[in-house]
């Protein structure tokens, strides 16, 4: 093989190389909240204790946590049903944070905190 060949070959492998180092690669799922997420989680977790629901949600999360991503995107399909409800902001957010595997997680944790706090009292 000549010079030229065998040099275009191993530049070309290494492109290859380079490309599929990161094909696989997925996001860090452990980005921070932004406020406006917190603040959303915050009244979802009220909604749910005020209506006397934190058993039962609770327990439909931790359930359907691992399907949280197909949720998304139904929430996507249904967005306009679900805007009479809500803006298109806020569905466009909680569909973004049903995306993300540990925001079941914390706002389960939320909804469990106001249930177990006194009535009146802020729960952290």
Do not use: W, Y
């Amino acid at each position: 093989m000549s010079g030229f060949s065998a040099g275009f070959l191993s530049r070309r492998a290494q492109d290859l190389r380079a490309g599929l180092r990161h094909a696989f690669a997925v996001r860090p799922e452990h980005t921070a909240f932004t406020i406006e997420d917190l603040a959303l989680l915050e009244r979802v977790a009220d909604a749910v204790v005020s209506r006397g629901m934190a058993a039962p949600a609770t327990l439909f999360l931790e359930s359907m946590g691992p399907m949280n991503f197909l949720g998304s995107q139904a929430l996507h399909f249904l967005a306009p049903v679900v805007e009479c409800v809500l803006t298109g902001t806020e569905i466009a957010q909680i569909a973004r944070l049903l995306e993300r595997r540990d925001s079941i997680q914390r706002l389960t944790a939320l909804i469990e905190a106001k249930a177990a706090a006194p009535e009146g009292a802020p729960a952290r």
